[in-house]
């Protein structure tokens, strides 16, 4: 398989693998060191378009993309663009008080219209709480992704609407419940798959090292979707692997690949490979889509804190939407008139955004304490009373309105 040669190829880290074998105890300085080793020894990736927007060939992976219109082109394009303009929506609502938090996908949007264009309806997906742009490819409606940030409810969404499954914080779990489900669907005789999305530090969770195992061993068609973005909040991805992330799917014994997670084209052949391998029978893969979070982690979060404009800038010219501009427009195929249509369609969806937001109705104050157990339980009942006398002290200040 040309894409475990390629990992086969990909030289080593050899600081990495050294520390990695004696077990020793690393200072400081040594990660340091390993990690500007690592830094000038990155792999190959699989890419179909350039930053420049330029098409380059791929033996491999072309075939999955060669019945590609300029109407697709369009549309995953218009997909990334409009799930920019939602997140940028959302990271301003939060601003205003609207929101609680919110985590932007900001710089990931190929990585996620990619993949998840390349699902079929019957697919089932296990998302972390950054995969607005796969949400909005299964068809979830962008305003239900808010108000759990917005706290009126607890997920938003039936999960088997649209199989998408509620979000998920703690984090790696899901690639647990990814791996459960594509056992599952197997013995339903299903020929659909699964994919699991998660982060590069996500890839050092237990979770996720149980995932890799079971999902190989017992064959389940599911595609781990890792979006490395280099950052886990303030630990950069250096503190996760000695090897390039999807190299750890050789210990499991199954594939794994690197690809330009901001080359929406690539995302999508790659993904269409690693689904099919699935609903072959041939079991996991890693897809590793090496992208860059460009915003903060969250609302909550100043990334100026520990990492440096000029990495940023940098990215920033690998800008995912950017480069399917330059392509579309080199190629010809959209006008003045699609991308000005596309602005005006993207003004009205952060509008419907903003006033369905700001129109989203309270949840009952109590309603929290309902949902704990299914039955009555004596600490809830505490708290609940601790809770209601807390609501009537303010009842007093307001002389008793
Ligand atoms: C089990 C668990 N440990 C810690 C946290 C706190 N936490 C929230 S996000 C995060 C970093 C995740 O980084 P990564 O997997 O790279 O995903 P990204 O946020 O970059 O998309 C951590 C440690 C958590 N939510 N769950
Ligand atoms: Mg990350």
Known sequence: MTVESTAARTPRRSAGNKAGTTGTKRTTSTTKKAAGAAKSAEPALVQLLTPEGKRVKNAEFDKYVADITAEDLRGLYRDMVLTRRFDAEATALQRQGELGLWASLLGQEAAQIGSGRALRDDD????????????????????????????????GWDPNGNNFHLYTIVIGSQTLHATGYAMGITKDGADSAVIAYFGDGASSQGDVAEAFTFSAVYNAPVVFFCQNNQWAISEPTEKQSRVPLYQRAQGYGFPGVRVDGNDVLA??????????????????????????????????????????????????????????????????????????????????????????????????HFAIFENVYADGHALVDEERAQFAAYQDSFADEDGGK
Request: net charge negative.
């Open 124 to 155: 089932y997906v296990f998302p972390t709480y950054r995969e607005h742009g796969v949400a909005w490819c299964r068809g979830v409606d962008p305003t239900n992704l808010l108000g759990m940030f917005r706290g009126v409810n607890n997920g």
């Open 267 to 364: 995302n999508l052949a790659v993904t269409k490979w690693a689904l099919e391998r699935a609903r072959a029978g041939e079991g996991p893969t890693l897809v590793e889509a090496f992208t860059y979070r460009m915003g903060a982690h969250t609302t909550s979060d100043d990334p100026t804190r520990y990492r440096t404009d000029d990495e940023r800038l940098a990215w920033e010219a690998k800008d995912p939407i950017l480069r399917l501009r330059r392509h579309l427009e080199a190629a010809n195929h959209a006008d003045e008139g699609f991308f000005a249509e596309l602005e005006t369609e993207s003004e009205a969806l952060g509008k419907r955004v903003r006033e369905a937001v700001r129109a989203m109705p309270d949840p009952d």
